[in-house]
């Protein structure tokens, strides 16, 4: 990615600490990490996820039975089921909470002003948006946003295994506490989340934590650290043994 490029990546993102120390010597060279604690903690910290044992569905198969599914009282207050997008072949997962109001009129994950952060901090990190797949733990809006219950979440996320098994990720990207703690099974808060390696499923796929885009709208000085996130989770990609 060219500098200028990821200039007016961090510009739109609102962030404008990015100061490149040395020439890289290609375009395709990913950013180097500030010199921060976040970045240390390239081990794995967190045990793998159980992920409960079910017939794999096909992507087709899978989205249809998303679009009728009546497992959890969302259902009727949907517009209409938020599946996920993206490309189906790529490296990069990205988990968010559950569909908003736009996302829910569009069927389309982090759509609106949360959506274009989102789209911003992943294009200043290397990654624009068609190359990385994007999904939510919940499929359907929680009336007025408000948190998933547990219930939803147990109801929804075989939804979302299957998605993981089917796109095999090299490396997932939690964006907000609700897809944190929920991926990995955790009450712990996000900060201290953030940071770590943590590791999902049987093949203990790395996962990375960060804030998510409609809180760093509510609360732009953590812009910094969400930009430090990203640059964590390129390192912790970057240092996977080639397939
Ligand atoms: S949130 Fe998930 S489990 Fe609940 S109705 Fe929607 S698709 Fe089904």
Known sequence: MSSLRQKACLAAMGVDIWVRRAREPDSMTPPRAPRTSVAREQEP????????????????????????CRACELHEGRTQTVF??????????????????????????????????????????????????????????????????????????????NQIALLKPRIILAVGRIAAQNLLKTQTPIGKLRGQRHAFGPEEIPVVVTYHPAYLLRSPGEKRRAWEDLLFARQVYESLPAR
């Not at 990654?127 to 547990?150: F, G, H, M, T």
Request: proline share 12%; hydrophobic share 35%; charged share 25%.
């Open 45 to 68: 910290v967190s045990a793998a996820t159980p992920v409960p044992t079910q017939p794999l569905l096909d992507w087709e198969t899978l989205a249809t039975r998303v679009a009728d």
């Open 84 to 161: 996920g997008t993206g490309s189906r072949s790529a490296e990069w997962l990205v988990i968010g909470e559950a569909p908003g109001a736009e996302e829910d009129k569009r069927g389309e994950p982090f759509v609106g002003r949360a959506g274009q952060l989102l789209t911003s901090m992943l294009g200043a990190a290397g990654l624009p948006r068609p190359q990385v797949y994007i999904a939510n733990i919940l499929k359907c809006r929680p009336p007025s946003n408000r948190d998933p219950k547990p219930e939803e979440v147990t109801s929804c996320e075989p939804y979302l295994f």
